[in-house]
């Protein structure tokens, strides 16, 4: 395996793709476009409803397309800095086909980036598939899938099993979904794992990491949990950018990733807190580091800090890391000077960071100034009580 930068990772994936006859397509916007289901883009393929349901024509007439899609989620926002693989902003890159090739050509072009173009070692690759569960359309197990990896991939059966649908059914609200197949990679033992004995791929412990999920488009679920067959078989993958970049630079969290760690680098240089010095200071690192990454992709998509909706999505990621950096000991706007890093690190895959630098750059630190101004007042407002 050899170290790989994250944007490095990024062009390999979208240039073997398209050696594969799929179309390059630009990352959407993170607001969604005719689709009330979405506060923020958060998949790869959420751009890309209507071409997997055929309500629409796909891109140039093209029925193969690759992206590296932004993403935001944030469910977990109260766990991101305090684990190596919460953030609030993620890359998917994908390979998606519209009614045209299925599973097999999905499986094999997936082995050959991991084991020919990554040089990942087969030894450590591990592959699940759908065992099936419950009843109807969605209930029965992905035999194909795993007579397409046994037989015409050549993976070992021992590297092979088969999981729930937890796992290994994909679906997010309404929509195109199908059962799906993920590919890990095998970190080594874990020691915090608690039954070393039977680790496996979808163990709670660190040692298998799931870095690309391929689904089988092959139902639409109307919302309410049934399933139908969509006119057409379709392909949708996700591969966590930064996760496959934590694998090929053999770091163990996403936040020690180069171009993400670079950003860090800047808030310690502003702050004057290490990285490693304690680990209350490391989780107001990372919350900064990640929180900057998501409002300067979020600015740059045309959001704007406010009290509802996507504003106060971005409301809330600017303050919570204004206030981290207030627990470092800044009490200064900085977020304005750090949104230039971000800039920097991903303005070649996408140049719209560079063209709006300024505009970025006024809202957050704008934002800062109101956020400060809005303790300032509670602080005069407290003192006042207690003299009276």
């Not at 944007?7 to 476009?33: A, C």
């Not at 084991?115 to 109807?136: C, F, H, N, R, S």
């Not at 808030?267 to 989780?283: C, L």
């Not at 990454?293 to 959001?303: L, V």
């Amino acid at each position: 395996m050899k170290p790989l930068g994250l944007n490095e990772i990024r062009e390999k994936f979208l240039s073997f793709f398209e050696s594969k006859g799929h179309l390059r397509m630009q990352s959407s916007s993170l607001v969604p476009q005719g689709d009330a289901s979405l506060l923020l883009i958060n998949s790869g393929m959420a751009p890309l409803k209507p071409y997997f349901s055929g309500e629409a024509p796909p891109p140039q007439g093209n029925r193969r397309a690759t992206t590296c899609q932004k993403c935001i989620r944030t469910p977990d926002i109260e766990r991101v800095g305090k684990t190596s693989r919460h953030g609030t902003f993620f890359e998917m890159l994908g390979n998606f086909s519209f009614g045209d090739y299925f599973k097999s050509e999905a499986c094999k072009w997936a082995w050959e980036f991991c084991t020919e173009i990554m040089e990942l070692p087969i030894d450590k690759l591990y592959v699940t598939v759908y065992a099936g569960e419950g009843d109807g359309l969605a209930g029965f197990p992905d035999e194909q899938a795993y007579d397409i990896w046994a037989n015409e991939v050549g993976v070992d059966p021992s590297h092979l099993s088969r999981l729930g649908k937890e796992d290994n059914f994909w679906e997010i609200g309404a929509g195109p979904c199908g059962p799906c197949s993920e590919i890990y990679f095998d970190r080594g033992p874990d020691p915090k794992c608690v039954d070393p004995d039977n680790c496996k791929p979808g163990c709670d412990c660190d040692r298998y990491v799931e870095f690309w999920n391929l689904v089988f488009t092959q139902f639409n679920n109307d919302g309410s949990n049934n399933y139908t067959k969509l006119n057409q078989n379709n392909i949708d993958t996700g591969m966590g950018l930064e996760r496959m970049a934590c694998i090929m630079q053999g770091v163990d969290s996403l936040f020690d990733v180069d171009t993400i760690m670079n950003i860090t680098k800047r808030v310690s240089a502003i702050t004057g807190a290490k990285y490693g010095q304690s680990e209350s200071v490391d989780v107001s690192l990372r919350v900064i580091t990640d929180h900057i990454r998501s409002t300067t992709m979020m600015i740059s998509d045309g959001i704007l800090p406010s009290n509802e909706g996507r504003g106060y999505v971005l409301r809330r990621l600017l303050r919570r890391a204004a206030r981290h950096g207030k627990l470092l000991g800044t009490d200064k706007p900085f977020l304005f000077e750090v949104c230039e890093t971000v800039i920097n690190e991903s303005k070649a895959a996408y140049p719209e960071l560079d063209e709006k630098k300024a505009h970025i750059i006024r809202v957050i630190k704008a934002e800062e100034e109101r956020f400060a101004a809005t303790i300032d007042a509670g602080m005069k407002i407290l003192l006042d009580l207690r003299r009276t």
